[in-house]
T-cell receptor, first 115, second 111 residues
């Protein structure tokens, strides 16, 4: 079990540029979640997938954000035309139904800084 | 919107002291999870509680779920510097697949 991995760990970009983050979940986990965390706050839900289907999106996920999980394995989160307010830690988590629970396991996150 | 309020927001103690942090909501949760997060890293799952009144122990950490499943507490006995971190509670409401997080309690344990 190698855990959830995210790439890159850090990204600095200029306002207006597009960025893409990748998440590789724990291999047997069928659910994958994206969260955003800003300083002094807990993680806020953005979207989640069950296999390749995107089942729920938060109102926080503006039109500039898009997420995919094309083969039900890894996922990407793209932010178009980045704004300074997009600066945050982007966290990915995965889970598998076990004992009636979907316990979520998080990756190390991608820290985005928009200058 | 379900809200989880954690208290205190910040706690600074000496090694060896005991402490309790709280997680409260007006909503009923089907399950509640506690995580610890270190700076620059993702949250690490500590425990999941499901049944009202449930108590779980993880070494020096004791977790309790309120009888009405609206609140939870985390008690640490004889805190150590390695316990330093942000403690987050997260609740899942029945019928929903997503977690609602509190803002966390930042714990600093000094030697």
């Amino acid at each position: 079990d190698t855990g959830v991995s995210q790439d890159p760990r850090h990204k600095i970009t200029k306002r207006g540029q597009n960025v893409t983050f990748r998440c590789d979940p724990i291999s047997e986990h069928n659910r994958l979640y994206w969260y955003r965390q800003t300083l002094g706050q807990g993680p806020e839900f953005l979207t989640y997938f069950q296999n390749e289907a995107q089942l729920e999106k938060s109102r926080l996920l503006s039109d500039r954000f898009s997420a995919e999980r094309p083969k039900g394995s890894f996922s990407t989160l793209e932010i178009q035309r980045t704004e300074q307010g997009d600066s945050a830690m982007y966290l990915c988590a995965s889970s598998l139904l076990r004992g009636g629970l979907f316990e979520q396991y998080f990756g190390p996150g991608t820290r985005l800084t928009v200058t | 919107t379900q809200l989880l309020e954690q208290s205190p927001q910040f706690l600074s103690i000496q090694e060896g002291e005991n402490l309790t942090v709280y997680c409260n909501s007006s909503s009923v949760f089907s399950s509640l999870q506690w995580y610890r997060q270190e700076p620059g890293e993702g949250p690490v799952l500590l425990v999941t509680v499901v049944t009202g009144g449930e108590v779980k122990k993880l070494k020096r950490l004791t977790f309790q779920f309120g009888d009405a499943r609206k609140d939870s507490s985390l008690h640490i006995t004889a805190a150590q510097p390695g316990d330093t971190g942000l403690y987050l509670c997260a609740g899942r409401n029945s019928g929903y697949s997503t977690l609602t997080f509190g803002k966390g309690t930042m714990l600093l344990v000094s030697p």
